[in-house]
C-alpha cells in the first residue's frame, strides 16, 4: 500500500531562515513519482516539484531544493532564505507508476513571520 | 497561460439536495481528476477520466457520479448531499494518461452543505 507520512505537522520560522519539509513515503512498486505541492492561504494547490524514482540527484532551482534518498525513503525540502509569501501548507505527494492518483501526505503549515 | 477552471468557486446547499461541479481542463489536457480535500484535511483522490472514459477510481460514494464530455470538461454530480460533505473540491488535468504526470490544479469549488 502506497503511503506518505509528514511527520512535521506546522512549523514557525521567521523571514531569512532556510526550513526542511521532511517527507518519508512507502510504496511496493519500483517505479513511483514524488511531488510537493504548496497551498497557500488562498485555497489553490500549486505544484512544485516532481522527482522520479529512477532518479536520486538531488537539485536547487532558486531557493527550493531538494533532497531523495531511496535508501531511507525519504523526499524532504527545503526553502532556502525563505519568506512571508512562503507561508502556506506543503503537501508531499506519491504516484505510484501504474495508478493515476496522487497520494497525499497530511500537510505541514509553515509560517514564516516577518 | 490558461489554467484549470473550476465553477462554481463557493457553493452553498442544503442536506439532501444536488451540487454539480463543473471542471475545464487546460487546453489539450485529456485527463481529468477529482479530489476532495475535507476541513484541516489532505486531498483524497475520488475519480478520473482519461478521453472521456472513467480511467481510475478512489473513495468515491455512490451518491456521487462524474462525467467527462467530448469538450473534456468533466462535472462531479452529487446527490442526497450530508453535512460531512463539506469540503473543498479540486479539479486537476494533465496532458497525458501516464504515472507521474505532473497535475494542474484549480482552485477548488468549496462546497458547504447546512
Known amino acids: 500500500a502506497q503511503k506518505v507520512t509528514q511527520a512535521q505537522t506546522e512549523i514557525s520560522v521567521v523571514e531569512k531562515e532556510d526550513v526542511t519539509l521532511d517527507c518519508v513515503y512507502e510504496t511496493r512498486d519500483t517505479t513511483y513519482y514524488l511531488f510537493w505541492y504548496k497551498q497557500p492561504p488562498s485555497g489553490e494547490l500549486v505544484f512544485l516539484i516532481r522527482r522520479n524514482s529512477f532518479d536520486e540527484q538531488n537539485e536547487i532551482s532558486g531557493r527550493y531544493s531538494w533532497n531523495f534518498q531511496k535508501s531511507t525513503s525519504s523526499f524532504n525540502f527545503t526553502i532556502t532564505a525563505s519568506q512571508v509569501v512562503d507561508s502556506a501548507v506543503y503537501f508531499c505527494a506519491l504516484n505510484e507508476g501504474g495508478s493515476e492518483k496522487l497520494v497525499f501526505g497530511k500537510g505541514m503549515k509553515l509560517t514564516v513571520n516577518p | 497561460a490558461a489554467g484549470v477552471i473550476q465553477s462554481p468557486r463557493h457553493l452553498i446547499k442544503e442536506k439532501r439536495e444536488t451540487a454539480t461541479l463543473k471542471c475545464y481542463p487546460i487546453p489539450r489536457h485529456d485527463t481529468v481528476y477529482w479530489y476532495q480535500q475535507g476541513p484541516g484535511q489532505d486531498p483524497q483522490f475520488l475519480i478520473s477520466?482519461?478521453?472521456?472514459?472513467?480511467?481510475d477510481k478512489g473513495s468515491i460514494p455512490d451518491r456521487f457520479s462524474a462525467q467527462q464530455f467530448s469538450d473534456y470538461h468533466s462535472e462531479l454530480n452529487m446527490s442526497s448531499l450530508e453535512l460531512g460533505d463539506s469540503a473543498l473540491y479540486f479539479c486537476?488535468?494533465?496532458?497525458?494518461?501516464?504515472?507521474?504526470?505532473?497535475?494542474?490544479f484549480g482552485q477548488g469549488t468549496r462546497l458547504t452543505v447546512v
Open positions: 486537476a488535468s494533465s496532458p497525458v494518461r501516464q504515472g507521474g504526470t505532473e497535475a494542474f
Open positions: 477520466f482519461y478521453e472521456k472514459m472513467q480511467s
